[in-house]
């Protein structure tokens, strides 16, 4: 009794096995059929544009004012296209770079976390004036728990279909605080 289970367990396995390889393979023949190689869906990516901003030297809002910061910034865009949209806008973005760290404590970027909260405010005030909206970290958090919040999926708006920003990331090529 045994041993015919477990023919038929043997028996189901190698079954089970060459099934797999059949549709493997005949999926693998209409790819070939198809165009030769395996097509991507996805365009390839195009390489980023990185622009780099003039070091920027601030006073921190430590009490006494004797603290500053030395600040390089790189911008990582999405293409020269919006490389020169910025360079249009650098007095303005420059002026509202300078106002962020202005207001920031040595002791809060001192921290990992204030330096990326910073960088998120300049990735912000960089697409201001290029006309993209960039949501704060409480206004997405605030957002996700709206989501998490039990909502019938019925009852929620649709969403609009935002366009991606164009600036990707700030980048700190240098950050001195004495």
Known sequence: ??????GVVLLL?????AAAWFVASRS???EED????TARKEAPKAAPTFLPLENMVVNLADPGGDRFAQVGITLELDDAK??????????TIRSGILMLVSQRTSAE???????????????????????YSVPSAKARAAAAAAEDGGEDPEERPA????ERNPV???LFSSFIIQ
Request: glycine share 12%; charged share 30%; proline share 3%.
């Open 82 to 91: 919006t490389a020169e949209q910025v360079k249009v806008y650098l007095p």
């Open 109 to 131: 970027l001192l921290q990992r976390e204030g330096k990326e909260k910073l960088a998120n405010d300049i990735v912000r005030e960089v697409s201001r004036p290029l006309g």
């Open 28 to 30: 693998h023949a209409d």
């Open 1 to 6: 009794m045994l041993l015919i289970i477990i």
């Open 13 to 17: 396995v190698i079954g089970g096995g």
């Open 159 to 162: 969403k609009k279909k935002v």
């Open 34 to 37: 198809a165009g030769g190689h």
């Open 168 to 170: 990707q990331r700030v």
